[in-house]
């Protein structure tokens, strides 16, 4: 095994591990995949105000997230198809964030269900819900979230329709992976992956699978998602969630000042800035670019979190020193999930602890609810991109 010290290790590890069509669908972007890539590398453009003979004892990342007390402000983010980087990716992931003390997102397009989840993992887990046409098996969902006792509901708001993604497109991605000449071939150099999908029963989406009248095998799985994302979702839709729901609603997808003002209007716990990994509108703004003008717009109207790029501690603390409240992993856990399971995920989280911890230290920073841009230098045309220009 080599030694894991930071999270592009475990990607490299993962990128060995994980069949390709599944690796891809994890580490990609649409189209050109520029916003993908502008997600990590705006971090680069932030750096670091470094203090010393300050007294570094005694330092905290613990904090609350809408409400919730957490050991540090990271969230595990709703990704698609987590139990196809791992088999039961899901229930692992759960099970790691819980022990560690931040929350779990299942995505509606999980293969692990809610049910299968909620009975294997310790803790509640908050659910990300998308907006579909079949507005009764949206009020089922939801009912399901509900009796698996989810603390929280994310609202996915930027995937009305999907955006083209080619490498998934050219793979053939499907959940469970078709037996093609080419996907046997590749699947053959992944033992440990196929050892681990032999020995689970968990393969396709189960929150939908068996929960939708019709939907019974992958053929006709795939007609009812490419006709069922919801073109048409509105503000007027939110708020019959947020009744329908009646706890911590949490908005993901806002990347514009005037959607934020909105999302406060509609009543909900928190939004979270987030241009969906870059897998939907290539050519938008990276997240970390529209972090500082959204916080400014809503001021503590509402909780903002922060979701896009992170692969470092470091990345939280210029995320938090920009304002926000709390953010998320997507990729960096994935990593950890494709190359190591569940112990890959804890890595990821203690690689992103350390460094976080670390790095608020040199910056002469003892408790995480203190950053603030205060902290950060950049140069004058990195802050009129990032929106902080006077």
């Known amino acids: 095994m080599p030694v894991i010290t930071n999270i592009e290790d475990l990607r490299v590890l993962a990128e060995a591990r994980v069949p390709r069509m599944f690796y891809d669908y994890a580490d990609s972007g649409a189209w050109t995949e520029q916003t993908y890539r502008a997600n990590t590398t705006d971090f680069e453009k932030i750096r670091l105000r470094q203090r010393v003979a300050v007294n570094m004892d005694n330092r905290t990342l613990a904090t609350k997230m809408v409400g919730q007390d957490v050991s540090m402000p990271v969230a595990l983010a709703p990704t698609g198809l987590t139990g196809m980087q791992h088999a039961d990716g899901e229930i692992l ?88 000449l080419a996907n046997i071939v590749n699947m053959m150099t992944k033992p440990r992956w196929c050892m681990g999908m032999l020995g689970t029963s968990r393969r396709q989406f189960g929150n939908i699978v068996g929960h939708v009248t019709g939907v019974d095998d992958m ?13 048409r979702l509105s503000w007027d839709d939110v708020k019959w969630i947020k009744d329908l729901w009646g706890g911590k609603l949490i908005l993901k997808g806002i990347l514009d000042e005037e959607d934020a003002r909105l999302a406060v209007a509609s009543g909900a716990d928190a939004l979270i800035v987030s241009n969906h990994g870059g897998r939907q509108l290539d050519g938008a703004l990276s997240s970390i670019a529209k972090l500082a003008p959204i916080v400014d717009a809503v001021g503590d109207r509402i909780e903002v979190h922060f979701d896009g790029g992170i692969r470092s501690g470091q990345d939280v603390l210029k995320a938090l020193a920009l304002g926000a409240k709390g953010t998320y992993i997507g990729r960096a856990f994935l990593y950890g999930l494709g190359a190591m399971g569940g112990a890959g995920v804890t890595k990821a989280l203690e690689i992103i602890r350390k460094e976080l911890d670390v790095t608020m230290a040199f910056c002469g920073k003892t408790d995480a609810r203190t950053l603030g841009r205060g902290d950060l230098i950049m140069s004058d045309e990195a802050k009129r991109e990032f929106g902080l220009a006077k």
């Open 93 to 180: 992931a759960a099970r790691a964030a819980a022990a560690f003390g931040v929350p779990f997102t299942l995505s509606t397009m999980s293969i692990c269900s809610i049910e299968d989840v909620a009975a294997n993992s310790p803790k509640p887990f908050w659910f990300q819900l998308y907006v579909l046409r079949d507005r009764k098996f949206i009020e089922r969902l939801i009912a399901r979230a509900k009796a698996a006792n989810c603390s929280a509901l994310v609202l996915t708001l930027d995937l009305q329709i999907l955006g083209q993604r080619h490498k998934d497109l050219k793979n053939g991605l499907s959940a469970p992976p078709k037996l093609t």
């Open 219 to 231: 053929s006709s799985l795939s007609s009812w998602t490419a006709s069922q994302f919801d073109p």
